[in-house]
């Protein structure tokens, strides 16, 4: 004699347990690599809608930048004449960091000439500060590490325990390790020799830098690519 199940019974509740499980399993998992995605554009947004044009890129036109859209502390990456530009909301925090460790850089006052390479202009005197900028609040700079020309990654916080004690803050390249700080200067030890390139770039207003420029309106010739 077969026995017989029926709708509701044992069997089903078991397998539509189970159903339920592998979805609940499916959900969490997608949710958790949305999550993680969503994570990594926002400590470092790479957004399409921000660069030139494919034209205006061969031209080596200005690249305009939306400063509103960058939250204090944040770093975007957008692009000029085929380079990725960095630019940076600095904190008052990470601000205070930029001074004080002088005698661990290579160039703490920028006046390597070596740094001018892949420049076809001078080394913008706006950038011959400590800060290495117009103004402190906003740093920019080609996001290229001056040794192989690999991408460093930002590790803004201070006394990050993965670098050191010592760590102001700022960039480490992920080929061969050189050290960055807050201002693109590049710390002793590093394989870069030098600071990280400054391109020209100016203000519009207060929401708006214009890379390419070294005064608004005003269109200059910056690192080739």
């Not at 004699?1 to 339920?20: F, I, K, N, Y």
């Not at 519009?204 to 390419?212: A, H, M, Q």
Request: glycine share 10%; net charge negative.
């Amino acid at each position: 004699m077969v026995e017989m199940t029926h709708p509701g019974g044992p069997a089903d509740d078991l397998e539509a347990s189970s159903v339920d499980d592998s979805r609940r399993k499916l959900l969490l998992g997608a949710t958790t690599l949305v999550g993680a995605v969503g994570v990594a554009f926002t400590a470092v947004p790479f957004v399409e809608s921000w660069f030139p044009s494919e034209s205006a890129r061969a031209l080596g036109l200005p690249t305009e930048v939306d400063l509103t859209k960058i939250e204090p502390g944040q770093m975007i990456i957008t692009v000029w004449r085929r380079n990725p530009i960095y630019v940076v909301h600095r904190t008052p925090e990470m601000i205070r960091e930029i001074p004080g460790h002088d005698n661990l850089l290579k160039d703490p006052n920028s006046e390597d000439p070596r740094a001018l390479a892949g420049l076809s202009a001078p080394l913008p005197d706006y950038c011959k500060n400590p800060d290495r900028s117009r103004v402190p609040e906003w740093f920019a700079c080609i996001g290229t590490c001056t040794h192989l020309g690999c991408l460093p990654k930002p590790f803004f916080d201070a006394h990050d325990p993965e670098i050191g004690a010592y760590w102001p803050g700022g960039w480490r390249c992920p080929c061969h390790g050189s050290r960055f700080d807050l201002a693109g200067r590049v710390f002793d030890g590093s394989p870069a020799s030098t600071n990280l390139n400054i391109m020209p770039y100016a203000f519009e207003g207060n929401t708006k830098l214009i890379v390419g420029v070294d005064h608004a309106g005003e269109t200059q010739t910056g690192a080739s690519g």
